[in-house]
């Protein structure tokens, strides 16, 4: 006598839990992107961000410490510049820069170890190069440049 075996394949739990979890990853992936994406650059200004990544024009970078500002260059033309802040202070800085054309400028607040960018098209003049933050132009965290 012949005994025939069938044998019927289910899903395990095992590979259930695998595709959830795998579906889980995927939205969670998703949504990590859209809100990267769609995430503002801080600061309230269009041009303003809290990325070190240089924009477009020429880099000018821009050291801050308690209580200072040392630029990377000192003769400026006109166009267009990116100013690339790297806060060496333990406290909270910021960049601001304002002159013909240019008004209210600025980075977002940088804590210690941060950095920003901010690009602005700088015409003939006078600039003031500061940091916002309270009372911090006055302690001597400031830099005036000549376009031209």
């Known amino acids: ?14 590979r259930t839990h695998t ?3 795998l579906g889980t990853t ?4 998703t949504t990590a992107l859209v809100l990267a994406a769609c ?8 041009n303003a961000s809290g990325s070190a990544k240089a924009g477009p024009g020429t880099r000018v970078t821009v050291t801050e410490t308690e209580f200072a500002l040392k630029l990377s260059r000192s003769s400026f033309t006109p166009g267009t510049y990116t100013f690339v ?16 054309g240019v008004a ?6 940088l804590q210690s170890g941060g950095q ?10 006078r600039y003031d190069l500061y940091c916002p933050v309270d009372g911090h132009k006055q302690l001597g965290m400031e830099q005036h440049i000549t376009v031209g």
């Open 1 to 14: 006598m012949a005994t025939s075996t069938h044998m019927t394949r289910t899903r395990t739990p095992a």
């Open 39 to 46: 995430s503002g650059t801080g600061g309230g200004h269009p």
């Open 116 to 125: 920003g960018t901010l690009t602005v098209t700088l015409k003939k003049g």
């Open 19 to 21: 595709r959830t979890t």
């Open 26 to 29: 995927a939205v969670a992936c």
């Open 104 to 109: 209210d400028a600025r980075t977002k607040n």
């Open 85 to 100: 802040t790297d806060n060496h202070g333990r406290i909270t800085h910021a960049l601001s820069v304002d002159g013909p």
